[in-house]
């Protein structure tokens, strides 16, 4: 029950279909049953409660209670990356688990893979566990699919309700058929679907976020050579560039660089799957080097306009990965903190993602629920997460200097203030 199994589990609570929401944290379980989800994503919590009340959705520790009821079992454990390694353990444990169930089950389930996973995992993994433990055959008594997602935090309950594609990989005909039947129940025709093999749904889903991943690195790129262009914006760039139909306007807006619990471990991922395939990582690598660089370029900015950090306060304004979320894996402003905090005297700022960061600092820097108190003689703000309410942030004056770099560009009232907006040079 993270983040994409219990979006899941409310969207098919929400659809009419009985839920059984798998947990084997016991704290986080104990608070799903009571209709609070351990982390925040809009319009989630409502949903867990109205589901609960209608008793189409139940949380409980055990899938053995569950097997001979259910129809479909969808996986959505977690796959983190150790050093770019894909790590299996908890997909090995659960599928194990399940094939054991199938041995002395009489029920046949269709067991549908979202995590996400290499390319030839299903083939070569967990295809080989689950026919060998239970004995069973696929597309005899056994079923299998993968189906991808291509969830946002942030808007994960819209996504969810309506992707923009559906991707089913099976390799037999009466799994294909079981999914065709329970996605006509849930998504509208509308929405194209499209049907293949395992490998190549789970080399759309590596691709998808390497191919986002590329267009950021791609305009923050841009936006570094825009800081060195007087007159030079890269919003301008992003725009028109955007304009071309082969290009599109969206994953250009250039920042501190991209962070989140999927691109950065997706990317590194599939670099080890063309490193183990004897090929040429080069090109995907130096989007990861882009990425890894940004915050780098934002601490360049600091120093270009401030000098050294010595005797500095400088405050955060933003610490999710992105806005509308707390989610602070990855997130770049995590990173700038851990570079930072040994050179100066740091304070921060969020909505939402404030315990997480204490979590990791303690009282390494100073934690602010609010705007105006976290500038307080603070030598300079940077902005990194957008979000909304620094957008008409106008009174600055409690700042020692009011000097804001912002990384996102989002900063409406710049009149009394030194702003520099990073990718966009003064002539
Ligand atoms: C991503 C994919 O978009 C989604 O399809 C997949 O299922 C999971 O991974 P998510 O991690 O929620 O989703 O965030 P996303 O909106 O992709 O943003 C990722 C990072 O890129 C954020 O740090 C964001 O600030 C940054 N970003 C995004 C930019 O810097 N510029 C952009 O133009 C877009």
């Excluded at 942030?393 to 030194?418: A, H, S, V």
Aim: proline letters at 4%; charged letters at 25%; aromatic letters at 10%.
């Amino acid at each position: 029950m993270g983040f994409v199994g219990l979006t899941l589990a409310v969207f098919f609570a929400s659809k009419n279909n009985v839920v059984y929401g798998i947990e084997k944290d016991p704290k986080r379980l104990n608070s799903l049953k009571n209709g609070s989800p351990d982390f925040f994503e809009p319009k989630l919590k409502n949903l867990v409660l109205k589901n609960l009340e209608s008793e189409n959705l139940m949380f409980s520790k055990n899938i053995e209670d569950f097997i001979e009821i259910v129809n479909y079992i969808f996986i959505t454990v977690g796959t983190p990356t150790k050093n770019g390694k894909i790590d299996l353990k908890f997909i090995k444990k659960i599928i194990t688990d399940i094939a054991k169930l199938l041995c002395t089950s009489k029920n046949c389930p269709v067991i549908v893979i979202k995590s996400t996973i290499a390319p030839k995992t299903t083939n070569e993994i967990i295809l080989p566990i689950l026919e060998k433990i239970s004995g069973r055959k696929i597309g005899k008594d056994l079923f299998l699919s993968t189906n991808p997602e291509f969830l946002r935090e942030g808007t994960a309950i819209d996504d969810q309700f309506n992707p923009h594609v559906l991707v089913i990989g099976t390799c037999d005909d009466r799994s294909k058929q079981k999914m065709k039947n329970f996605f006509k129940s849930l998504y509208s025709q509308t929405i194209p679907r499209f049907f293949t093999n395992f490998a190549t749904s789970e080399l759309i889903k590596y691709s998808n976020n390497a191919f986002l991943a590329t267009k950021i690195s791609f305009i923050n790129s841009i936006a570094n050579l825009c800081q060195k262009i007087p007159g030079s914006s890269v919003d301008d760039v992003a725009k028109i560039i955007g304009l071309d139909p082969r290009i599109g306007p969206l994953f250009l807006k250039a920042g501190p660089g991209y962070g989140g619990s999927c691109l950065p471990k997706d990317l590194s991922s599939l670099i080890t799957v063309f490193d183990n395939h004897g090929l040429d990582s080069k090109f995907f690598k130096s989007i990861e080097n882009v990425n890894t660089h940004q915050v780098d370029e934002i601490i360049n900015i600091f120093k270009d306009n401030l000098g050294n950090f010595t005797k500095k306060t400088i405050t955060i304004l933003g610490l999710s990965f992105k806005e509308n979320s707390d989610d602070i894996r990855e997130s770049r402003s995590i990173i700038l903190i851990k570079k930072l905090k040994n050179k100066c005297q740091i304070k921060v700022h969020d909505p939402m993602a404030i315990e997480k960061t204490r979590k990791l600092f303690g009282d390494k820097i100073e934690y602010f629920s609010d705007v105006t108190e976290s500038l307080k003689n603070s030598d300079c703000a940077i902005i990194m997460t957008p979000w909304n309410q620094y957008v008409n942030l106008k009174d600055f004056t409690m700042m020692k200097n009011p000097i804001i770099i912002d990384t996102r560009r989002i900063l409406k009232n710049t009149k009394k203030i030194k702003y520099i907006p990073y990718g966009k040079s003064k002539n």
